[in-house]
């Protein structure tokens, strides 16, 4: 018995690609999130290293975060990053760049520790233009690294934070301000020599920089001074603002103040 061809029509045929298409919008936003959820798992476990790393150091050098030197305003060199690389605690660069800002101007910049030549001692002392380690995803809270050469500004001993697990220590951070952010045109850099500012301006948190970067669907990865990692939706006003300013000091005893 012969069987008989069947043949599709020209609706049928557009029926069927339209309910694919349908099928696929369905589908592509939860691919989406699960590529971020991913994404921010790796995230986690960079700061988690980061910290841990961080940490280390203090144990080694007296209670105290890697400082950075203040070299003239607002230049500190080199970054934690690249005194974490100095005293080899932490040796691996990969771990700066987050996942979700790979795409940032200058990500993979510290990278350029790999390069055959590369010289710590030397490089990462540079002051001109943007150098290792100054242009990375993750940045410390400003008082543990804060640092003037005539002593004007001491930083606070990472060994001496009370409670700690309510203390900023690191997080994801950007070279911007919410108000360019949320405009869609940021300095979408990392920011390695910039130290995350720990109160706003009179103006308000909307002129913060850099900021607290919500780059995981509103969200920031923060470590805190305990060593565990938290994702805190809208970090950058609700952490970063004049909202919870007690999650900065380390020596702030009442954190309902």
Not at 2 to 25: P, Q
Not at 36 to 46: F, H, P, S
Request: charged share 20%.
């Amino acid at each position: 018995m012969t069987g008989k061809k069947v043949n599709f029509t020209l609706i049928e045929l557009l029926a069927v690609i339209a309910i694919i298409a349908i099928l696929a919008s369905m589908l592509l936003p939860a691919l989406n999130q699960a590529r971020e959820t991913a994404r921010r798992g790796k995230c986690i476990g960079q700061l988690k290293e980061i910290g841990n790393a961080s940490i280390m150091y203090a144990d080694d050098s007296n209670g105290y975060f890697p400082l950075s030197t203040k070299l003239a305003t607002s230049i500190y060199k080199p970054t934690y990053a690249g005194i974490l690389y100095i005293s080899k605690h932490l040796t691996n660069p990969r771990v700066y760049i987050c996942p979700s800002a790979a795409s940032y101007k200058d990500a993979e910049q510290c990278l350029k520790v790999l390069v055959p030549g590369f010289n710590p001692s030397v490089d990462l002392w540079e002051t001109g233009g943007n150098t290792i380690f100054d242009w990375i995803h993750y940045a410390p809270n400003y008082y543990y690294v804060k640092y003037a050469q005539d002593g004007s500004e001491a930083p606070v001993k990472y060994a001496l934070t009370i409670k700690p697990s309510i203390k900023v220590m690191l997080a994801d951070s950007v070279n911007s301000n919410p108000t360019e952010y949320f405009a869609n045109d940021p300095l979408r850099r990392g920011s390695g020599n910039k130290l995350l500012n720990t109160y706003s301006s009179s103006a308000g948190y909307n002129y913060l920089r850099p900021m607290m970067d919500p780059r995981h669907a509103n969200s920031s990865n923060v470590s805190w001074a305990d060593g565990h990692i938290s994702t805190e939706k809208e970090a950058w006003k609700n952490i970063q603002g004049t909202i919870k300013k007690y999650h900065w000091d380390p020596l702030e005893k009442d954190p309902k103040k």
